[in-house]
Every structure is written in C-alpha cells, then in structure tokens.
C-alpha cells in the first residue's frame, strides 16, 4: 500500500492563479480530509468527505473547493489564489473516526505571490 | 482559548531523559490522537485513544477523561525523537470532520 499520496510537495502561484492538489488513498478509506497549517497555528480543516459523492465544509473552506468522484480521489481546487492561502496543506484519511489513526500525507508547500 | 491546549510549546532534553508532553481539552470528546510531525514536514499518527494507556515501544499515552487531559510520555530519548508533537480531539457528537488540534510542542533531543 502507498498510503496517501499528495501531489505537489511545492508550488508557487501568482496571485489569480488557480490549480489543484491531488490526493489519492488506496486503503479504501471512506473518510477524507484537507487541512492547511500556519506557523504556530494548529491544523485547520478546509473540506472533508465522508465518501464517494459526499463532501462538506470545514471551519477554513472560503476559497477552496473539493471533489470526491471516487473513494480513492479527493482534489482540492484553489481558484483566485490569494497571498492569505499561503500554507502547508495536508490530505488525511481515516478508516472510522475515533476507532483508527489517521493516515497523512507528504504536504504541499504552498506560496501565492 | 483554544479548546486543545498543549504544553509545553517548546521542549529542550538530553539524550535518555524521559519526556512527558501534556494535552488538555475543554470539550467532550470520544477519542483523542497523538501525531508526530517530523523536520521535513511529514505527519504520522502515533496513537488513538478513547480511555487509559497505550505503549508503542518507548512511547506512552496517556488519558484521564475525566480530569481532560492526555500526556505522551518518552522513555529513554534519542535525537531522532526530535519532532512536533501534536494532539488532537475528536469533539464527542461533533461532525465526521471534526478533529481539534493543539497548536504542537516541539521537542529538541540534544546528544
């Protein structure tokens, strides 16, 4: 198993530029994630999916929108990058809350200049 | 105030000191996580739990749902220790989505 793939590791965006980070799980997972962590600041959840086609906001969604096509695929969609969505963004999945540890991503490194 | 308050925020130790990393919470919770944020950025979960002890080689978690409060606790310490400690809570009756996460402690393990 690969765990949880996320892709890029790194990008930088001029402001307005769009694009999208790809993550992939194959533990079949239904339960999927994206946080974005500040300095200092501890993880904020932007979007989560609880399953193929079903997807809901989290406390930090503005800006942002995600999909969830299939179980194994949640992209998240920046469109208008903003300097404020500079971050470290991170795709998580989990077999059952509160039963099984979470699994993470490598993170993507983003600065919108 | 955060509900997920960690101490302490930076942690300095020598090599085989035991270390004890503290989490507290202000809402009910069913369970709480502890993960391990490496220097290069990448985030593993260490333990899940919802009541008493868990031990993972020379880790140890702690929880006392009562007093809310979690501690991870490290026996014989090595440099490669040195890392982000984050925990997290799972709000009980919240929505799937809804982990809290304390802001971290970084732990230094000199040599």
């Known amino acids: 198993n690969a765990g949880v793939t996320q892709t890029p590791k790194f990008r930088i965006l001029k402001i307005g530029q769009s694009m999208t980070l790809q993550c992939t799980q194959d533990?079949?997972?239904?339960?999927m994630y994206w946080y974005r962590q500040d300095p200092g600041m501890g993880l904020k959840l932007i979007y989560y999916?609880?399953?193929?086609?079903?997807?809901d906001k989290g406390e930090v969604p503005n800006g942002y929108n995600v999909s969830r096509s299939t179980t194994e695929d949640f992209p998240l969609r920046l469109e208008l990058a903003a300097p404020s969505q500079t971050s470290v963004y991170f795709c998580?999945?989990?077999?059952?809350?509160?039963?099984?540890?979470?699994?993470f991503g490598s993170g993507t490194q983003l600065s919108v200049l | 105030k955060n509900e997920v308050e960690q101490s302490p925020q930076n942690l300095t130790a020598q090599e085989g000191e035991f270390i004890t990393i503290n989490c507290s919470y202000s809402?009910?919770?069913?369970?709480l996580h502890w993960l391990q944020q490496h220097p290069g950025g990448g985030i593993v979960s260490l333990f899940m739990?919802?009541?008493g002890k868990k031990k993972h080689g020379r880790l140890i978690a702690t929880i006392n749902i009562q007093e809310k409060h979690s501690s991870l606790h490290i026996t014989a310490s090595h440099p490669r220790d040195s890392a982000v400690y984050i925990c997290?809570?799972?709000?009980?009756?919240?929505?799937?989505?809804?982990?809290?996460f304390g802001k971290g402690t970084k732990l230094s393990v000199k040599p």
């Open positions: 998580a999945s989990i077999l059952v809350p509160g039963r099984n540890g979470l699994f």
């Open positions: 533990m079949n997972h239904n339960y």
């Open positions: 999916s609880v399953g193929a086609g079903i997807t």
């Open positions: 809402v009910g919770i069913s369970a």
């Open positions: 739990l919802s009541s």
């Open positions: 997290a809570a799972r709000n009980y009756g919240g929505s799937q989505g809804n982990l809290i």
